[in-house]
């Protein structure tokens, strides 16, 4: 698999979270800031996420 593909995959991965458990952060705290935190945290660990698989793919090959 083309390492694009993978990352282009893995951001729409993450979108639905970031979609719905966005919207489910404003309904139970309803406050902007809420949101804002959940959706940088998500941000945080999909960068994680691509970096962690650019190292692993590093190492197979």
């Known amino acids: 698999m083309s390492e694009w593909a993978w990352r282009f995959g893995m951001i729409i991965l993450f979108g639905v979270p970031a979609i719905i458990g966005g919207g489910l952060v404003w309904h139970f705290v309803e406050n902007w800031v809420g949101v ?4 940088v945290f998500l941000l945080f660990v999909l960068s994680w996420v691509l970096a962690r698989g650019d190292k692993l793919k590093e190492e197979h090959h």
């Open 36 to 39: 804002i935190v959940y959706e």
